[in-house]
Each structure stands twice: as C-alpha cells, then as structure tokens.
C-alpha cells in the first residue's frame, strides 16, 4: 500500500445561492459555488437534531459554465472532486489564511427544471453518464496550469 493515496469527495446537497462565475485573464471560466449536506441524528435526551455542514466547491471550463447556466440558489446537485487547501496573506491582519475546497471533476444536476425532472451528468474528463448533448471533453486549447494547483492569481475572486 505504500505510495498510495486517494483524494476524493463526492457530495449530494442544495446550493446556498447562485453559482459565482468569473473568468481568468487568460478567458478561463471558473465558477464558485457553496453547497449544503445535512445530516439529521439523535442527540443524547434522543431529540433529533438538524446538522447542515456547508463546502466551497470550485469548478473550472466547462463544468464552470453549465453551472452557471443551469445551477440555482437551492438547486439539488451531486458533485465529485478533489479536496485542495489554498493559502494567502491576509493583507489586513497579516496572518496566513487557509481555505478547503472542493475542485469539482464531474457534475449532475439532480433537481431538473421541473420537479421530477432528471438532471444532466457532466464531467471534466470523458463522458459521466446521462443523456445530453453536450461536448465534455478537455478543450484542446487548455491553458498551462489551468488543471494543476490553483493560486490566488488563477481565482479572479
């Protein structure tokens, strides 16, 4: 097992508001979005309680325009990604700050338009699976770096 390691998140949850989407200067689209996860358990007078735990989910190229294009403050979506921490001097208080987020690779949109609706899959790489007629492959022309580590500079937030 050595030399082994897995880094993956798959998340099914509603957004918190509309996807957030920018372009690099190099025309990058990245898109920025917080989903909500709940989790309902007994406590220990066995009262159910309510947990909602939120994520910072990052999304690049394609992937970031189908979000902003069909994603929707409260829409039910289930993404897969990596986890990445990311660094920055706070200028204000001149204290290092850290941020966790998850960099999606694949999206499904589960809400649809309608209720009932079956929603799309999407994915970064080769097709996810569902019936559209979108291209999902990795355009050709993809900036240097724009898969590997994001940097302050990469995020235009």
């Known amino acids: ?17 509309d996807p957030e989407v920018k372009y690099t200067p190099q025309g990058t689209p990245v898109a920025k979005l917080t989903i909500a996860t709940n989790e309902r358990f007994k406590d220990k007078g066995g ?18 325009e189908i979000a902003g294009e069909y994603l929707k403050k409260g829409g039910k979506v289930y993404i897969e990604g990596r986890l990445q921490t990311r660094s920055w001097d706070d200028k204000q208080t001149n204290q290092k700050k850290y941020m966790t987020e998850v960099v999606a690779s694949d999206l499904i949109l589960l809400g649809g338009r309608g209720e009932g609706e ?4 999407y994915s970064r790489g080769a097709a996810a699976g569902g019936n559209n007629n979108f291209d999902q492959r990795t355009p050709e022309h993809e900036p240097a770096g724009a898969s590997g580590p994001i940097t302050d500079e990469d995020i235009p937030f």
Do not use: F, P, Y
Request: glycine share 18%.
């Open 118 to 121: 079956g929603g799309g899959g």
């Open 47 to 64: 009262e159910w309680q309510d947990r909602t735990e939120w994520h910072n989910v990052v999304l690049w190229q394609r992937l970031a």
């Open 1 to 17: 097992m050595a030399g082994k390691s897995l880094n993956r998140v798959q998340l099914i949850g509603n957004l918190g508001k």
